[in-house]
């Protein structure tokens, strides 16, 4: 073994006792330092060597592809599928009106009603009664769920607020619509108070009840998290607690919305001479069918309508809030 060799031929780099690679015998070895050579590439460095043909020509990765949409999920079939059952009932409502299965003065052809309407709007009849019945609703519904979410958070967010007002408010909201209706009559007489306050009743009740019980089961973590950045009162509700909850907001008023409809034709049963509660107790007098079902037709698509704007609002308004 010669002295300076760190094993044998071929074994590895050769070395001096001190374990430093002797350069002048290493037949690996140029004798250049590559750390003073200014041209000298660092071996971490990326080859700089030029893009090639093939590397041009190399397939490109395929683009990602979307997640497909179910087949019910689509904007398509929503407004397809739900407009299937409208036609069939008008579909079935024909055949049997022209068929003679029923007789015609108990249920009228559909070209019947549309005749009616057309009749209607000619005298100028059909806008003012649409117009009255959807200024009472917007009116009574604003005000009876401003009202039930002042409420809803009080029951909601204080204990004493549910011992004294919640059993309070069960026993109110158990009276049928129609009980009010004398009631309201001798406060109020006969003019759109009493009308409106009646359907503001009618929409207190869906509101107060989604919302306070939402309020009740808010995450204890959140309201906790909100305190300790020093919020309370008002400015907790408005920052952890309500944002929290509007989910069971939009459908609280998205129930009070359809209940506020269903209370429109009770309140204008107190001496009305306009809207289309009116125009059915008048058509029943008349015993114009024809209008009945119009009247009824009219309260089905502009409830509808109505119901279709919140729920873009909710859309609109969660998608924000994500």
């Known amino acids: 073994m010669t002295d300076g060799w760190i094993g044998g031929p071929g074994a590895g780099p050769v070395t001096d006792p001190q374990g430093r690679p002797l350069r002048a015998l290493n037949p690996f070895d140029d004798g250049d330092d590559p750390g003073h050579d200014p041209h000298a590439r660092q071996v971490d460095e990326p080859d700089p060597s030029p893009v090639t043909d093939a590397a041009v020509d190399a397939p490109v990765a395929a683009p990602v592809r ?44 559909p070209a019947s009603v549309w005749d009616a309407a057309l009749d209607l709007q000619q005298r100028g009849e059909l806008v003012t009664h649409v117009a009255i019945s959807v200024q009472r609703v917007l009116i009574g519904f604003t005000i009876g769920a401003v009202v039930a979410l002042v409420v809803a958070a009080v029951v909601g967010l204080s204990r004493a607020g549910d011992v004294l007002l919640a ?3 069960a026993a109110i909201r158990a009276v049928p619509s129609l009980a009010w209706v004398p009631l309201l009559i001798l406060w109020m007489k006969i003019g759109e108070d009493s009308k409106i306050t ?35 009162g008002v400015r907790l509700l408005q920052s952890v607690q309500l944002p929290a909850v509007v989910p069971a907001v939009m459908s609280g008023l998205r129930l009070g919305l359809a209940q506020a409809w269903l209370f429109l034709v009770a309140a204008e049963l107190i001496a009305s001479s306009m809207g289309l509660g009116f125009l059915l107790t008048d058509s029943q007098n008349n015993g114009r069918v024809d209008r009945i079902l119009l009247a009824i037709v009219l309260l089905a698509l502009i409830g509808k309508l109505t119901d279709s704007i919140v729920a873009v609002v909710e859309k609109q308004l969660l998608r924000r809030l994500a």
Do not use: K
Not at 198 to 226: K, S
């Open 66 to 109: 979307r997640a497909l949409v179910p087949f019910w999920s689509r904007r398509t079939t929503r407004v397809v599928g739900g407009a299937v059952l409208p036609v069939l009932v008008l579909a079935v409502w024909q055949y049997v009106t022209t068929s003679g299965l029923v007789a015609p003065y108990q249920l009228p052809s």
């Open 167 to 169: 059993p309070t408010l």
């Open 198 to 232: 009646l359907i503001a009743i009618g929409a207190f009740f869906p509101v107060y009840t989604t919302v306070a019980a939402a309020l009740r089961h808010v995450d204890p973590q959140l309201v906790e998290a909100g305190r300790a950045f020093g919020l309370r």
